[in-house]
């Protein structure tokens, strides 16, 4: 199975357009952001986001799951 993830900068690109787009919530989408392009993969440090919205990093990532994967093994268009 080839896919984007043969070509990394086509998935960090496929993540800021499709899986950081689900995410509704301003301050959890800007520190995803901020984990993409840091690490290249989806991240988000506690630390980013106000301690209220804390809580929602773990359903953050589950909204992202799909996306994300088909970001990476989906094959590039």
């Known amino acids: 199975m080839l896919g984007r993830w043969e070509h990394p900068e086509e998935v960090c690109g496929c993540l800021h357009d499709h899986a ?11 520190a995803l952001l901020r984990g993409i392009s840091e690490t290249g993969v989806p991240t988000i440090e506690t630390d980013w986001v106000p301690t209220s ?7 953050t990532f589950t909204k992202i799951a799909k996306p994300t994967l088909q970001c990476m093994f989906d094959p590039a268009k």
């Open 53 to 59: 919205k804390q809580g929602e990093i773990g359903p």
């Open 20 to 30: 950081a787009a689900v995410v509704e919530d301003r301050d959890l989408r800007e």
